[in-house]
């Protein structure tokens, strides 16, 4: 239970509650995107560092090789980055509608105006 | 003949058959009414013809559907399903002639509408009749709900807005809040719903439990008005003075009191009733509800209100009935339905005939009018016998049997509530006819001589009410008299339940 | 063609999204939709047969057998919500011309359809697979389809709507894509079958309660289990029409039976009950859900958010039920899961009407129209009472199992609950009938018509299916008890 050994986790748990913070703390709708990235970056790693196997290599078939690591997460990650982007991608479209139709990307400002088209409603 | 099974169905389809014509109809007046006489005057037909052939022994049964596994629909004739139908059946016909008279002399609206709920509301009733398990009797008990809503919230204004909202609130807050609990309880504790001889418990509930689903189901009947969940019957007298006759005194209410004495007979048994400690408090409390709807009557000068809560007070008499866990008090209870039926819908034809020939609808302006409205005030002073429980009205035969029925239980305190009681319908009905055939001693004063020439004036401009209320109203002021001297017909009906569900003789 | 029905499932919807594009003119995209909802509605009837006669159908993706292929596995439970949900996206489909002509512009409408049929495609995927990875790709696929959907309403706040929407719904999705990365790690596979039977050596340790917490933390949040819910009301009130018809009748069902499958047919009934307080919790939030939600439903204006607050209630039922952790309490779920789709299904689609003709979803919109548009509004109220638990209806079939099943467990107390919330549902929609039969009309306005009827007749189709599998209830709660019985089965 090093807890030098697991740093990958460690970098994983910090990236992780940071991206989360900033979705949470954060009013600007882009800034909040960016958090949702770092978030979603965090699981990437996860799966990324648990696939490195001790003195493992590429998995690239070698007679002198015995050891190889997981491909297997890389394959999922990278599924998973593509999802990542292509949500990144819509929520920045809707950050761009967002300013055409309120005027800001402050999420307290937008929410002001709507209240106020409620109330006149 | 047609076989009796047949004619079981026949009878609570009959209404429904009669709404397409009375919507295709709805431009034409008297081709709807028509069609709602043709379709009551078959029903009352259909109902004695059922009666005449019925055999407690060969019970017609009639299976439609299995809704969810173990539980049905499904119908089986038994006395008490077929006096309530005797009952609803003919009080559709005479009600709908009354109609007739009060929508047209009202110059109501929406009358399409009205004909077609009614229709729906009495097949509703007879449904639940003759309904063999709980489950069946629920979905026509909120069918009966619901369809009586148009009806109670008719006039579309504000006020009959919130009397539909409290009469639904508490109707529906009841049935699905206790009684729907109640049943599934049932369900879980003995597997079956169906209404059996001598009760569905065995000893494997125990006694707190049958207590709990007692009381439930009491409070959960909440067309039996049983104080505190009775609010919605004066609520409800927004409805036109039809819905409020026939819903109010003979289906809506008599459904309430006939689940309870259903649930009482065939769901716990007499025998189980006694043993439970809770039948004793609920007993208490609807000898509570009978004092204190009493009273409250007496101080209601709006004439409808009054009688509502003289029908509050009355079903408590039934309700007293099924708990006494006697066979008196069943047989009681079960005449009880007829008699107060035939006698508050009287009430209720007079009330509704007053306000539409005469404009008046507190009792304070009622002085005198029995010169002008001879017919109807004496129909109200014969429906007055019946509540109170003299002769020749039917309501004695009930009372006597109610009363045997408290003796036989050594219920003291339940038979003077009883007595008490029928002291104070007579302080809240007898004076209504009395002032206005002898408007005699009133307010004194300069200003009475005053009154008593615009009374003199007014009452001279007040004709009877239209002819057909009047005929409606006649019918059932005899049919009260009547079964006073030929109770022949309900009373073996009435006696065949109290002898099926056991219990002390008497 | 038999034995590719599984895939076929999934592959109609998802290469007639491009086919779409290719098509462009709106009339056309229209007709080959609904044809496509239409062959996967077929497609999954073919499957339920195939499953009730030979038992689960395991398939293979490009031969690659499992567990290191991927496989589609159906067995009872996905067949019949596979129907579930081809059959509801079929019927909202048949109104979404009319409908979706008034509420977008044309040229957006095209790309309306392509995402719903991605949409439609993602939410098929995760009925039919047997994957965990792949239950995380299709989840995301049918999310970001419904994003884009929600966005193409008409207000602005659909654009907030669906950010927020995006915001959680993606942290959510990362929780659950957590949960199946320490699963891998724990064991190795992502087959859910194989999760399965390795996972029990592996059970006690800390990785793998952490990997059941994240997963069920996600999936809650997509299935909007209070408190959780916060992205529903909006996104299905602002959202169009046609889009809110067919997410809350589907979206969250697809989100429970990911539920339903993890806890019973990976994790396994024992460990997900006893090991974890899951019980108490999700009875608890059941519980709230349905009260909180109830009563803010009873306080709003617009009546689309209103229903929105309804349909997180009715899920606080449907968790109740799988809380309760009996086999009466699950088939009470399994149930409510077909009929909610029913009932909410009718109710939308009866507003997608009224909003074609009125224009607006305010309370004070709706005076005089029980007169003006009478079947509209009929429809709203059975769907009502069905909300209710009228007898007669679904609602009261659902309601009833419940019930049974709280009394069976012993917990009469949450029984008396389950029944108060029932009443608050009276209230909600008896607001509705005031206001539509007992007010005036609006006086500038010119009276309304009926609403056109390639919206009414699907609406009154759901609407009778309410009433008849309320009464013939064979088909729903017979398939439900076995599902559930299969389901305990398995968990042993």
Known sequence: MNFLEQYNYWIVIILMMSGFYIVIAHGNLIKKMIGLTVFQTSVFILYISMSKVTAGTAPILNEAYKVYSNPLPHVLILTAIVVGIATTALGLALVVRIKEAYGSVEEDLIQEKDLQQEGSE | MIEQSVLMQLIIILPLLAIPGIIIFGKWPNLREAVTLIAGGLLLIAVIVFYQNFDAGQAAYIHWIELLPGLDIAFKAEPLGVLFSMVAGSLWLVTSVYAIGYMRGHGEVNQTRFYACFAVAISAVMGLAFADNLFTLFIFYEVLTLSTYPLVTHAGTEKAKQGGRTYLSILLATSIGFLLLAIVGTWWQTGTLTFTQGGVFDDSTSKVATSVLLVLFIFGIGKAAIMPFHRWLPAAMVAPTPVSALLHAVAVVKAGVFTVLKVCVYIFGIDLLRDIPATQWLLYLAAASVLLASLVAMRQDNLKKRLAYSTVSQLGYITIGALLASQAGILGGALHIVAHAFGKITLFFCAGAIMVAAHKTEISDMRGLGKAMPITMIAFFIGSLSIIGLPPAAGVWSKWYLLMGTLDTHQWIVMSVLMVSSLLNIAYLLPIPLRAFFPGAGPQGADFRENAKVIRIERAQIKEAPWPSLVALSITAIMTMVLFFWPHVFYELAASLAGLSGGING | ?492
């Open chain 3, 1 to 492: 063609m038999i034995e590719h029905l599984p895939i076929l499932q999934v592959i109609i919807p998802l290469l007639a999204a491009p086919i779409c594009l290719i098509l462009r003119e709106a009339r056309l995209v229209r007709w080959f939709t609904f044809i496509a909802s239409a062959l996967a509605f077929v497609n999954s009837i073919l499957l339920l047969q195939q499953v009730q006669t030979q038992g689960t159908i395991s398939y293979s993706l490009g031969g690659w057998d499992a567990p290191i292929g991927i496989e589609y596995r159906i067995d009872l439970l996905n067949a019949y919500l596979l129907i579930l949900v081809t059959s509801i996206s079929t019927l909202a489909l048949l109104a979404a011309g009319p409908s979706l002509r008034k509420e977008l512009s044309e040229r957006k409408e095209t790309y309306f359809y392509v995402a719903y049929l991605l949409c439609l495609t993602g939410l098929l995927g995760i009925l039919a697979t047997g994957d965990a990875f792949n239950v995380f790709v299709f989840l995301e696929i049918s999310s970001l389809a419904s994003y884009t959907m929600i966005a193409m309403g008409r207000d602005r706040r659909a654009l907030w709507a669906s950010y927020q929407y995006l915001i959680m719904g993606t942290i959510g999705a990362t929780f659950i894509l957590i949960g199946i990365g320490l699963m891998y790690m724990m064991t190795g596979t992502l087959n859910m079958y194989d999760l399965a039977e390795r996972l029990p050596e592996v059970q006690q340790t800390k990785t793998v309660f952490t990997a059941f917490a994240f997963f069920v933390v996600g999936v809650c949040l997509k299935l909007a289990l209070f408190p959780l819910h916060l992205w529903l009301p909006n996104a299905y009130a602002y959202a169009p029409s046609i889009a809110t018809v067919f997410l809350a009748a589907t979206a969250t069902k697809v989100a429970i039976y990911v539920l339903l499958r993890f806890i019973f047919s990976v994790y396994g009934f024992e460990f997900s009950f006893s090991h974890l307080p899951l019980q108490e919790i999700l009875v608890a939030l059941g519980l709230m859900g349905v009260f909180a939600a109830s009563i803010v439903a009873i306080y709003q204006d617009n009546v689309k958010r209103l229903f929105a607050y309804s349909s997180v209630a009715q899920i606080g039922y449907m968790i109740l039920g799988l809380g309760v952790g009996s086999k009466t309490g699950l088939t009470a779920t399994l149930l409510h899961l077909f009929n909610h789709a029913l009932m909410k299904g009718a109710i939308f689609l009866a507003l997608a009407g009224l909003i074609y003709r009125v224009g607006s979803v305010n309370l004070k919109a709706f005076s005089g129209l029980g007169k003006q548009m009478p079947w509209t509004m009929a429809a709203i109220v059975v769907g009502g009472l069905s909300l209710i638990g009228v007898p007669l209806t679904v609602g009261f079939v659902s309601k009833w199992y419940l019930v049974l099943a709280l009394l069976e467990s012993n917990w009469w107390p949450i029984a008396v609950l389950v029944l108060i919330g029932s009443l608050l549902a009276v209230i909600y929609v008896w607001r509705i009938v005031e206001v539509a039969y007992f007010r005036k009309a609006m006086q500038d306005s010119a009276p309304y018509k009926e609403a056109p009827l390639m919206i009414l007749i699907p609406t009154w189709i759901l609407v009778l299916a309410n009433i008849y599998f309320g009464i013939d209830t064979g088909f729903t709660v017979g398939l439900s008890e076995q599902i559930a019985a299969s389901l305990f089965e398995v968990a042993k």
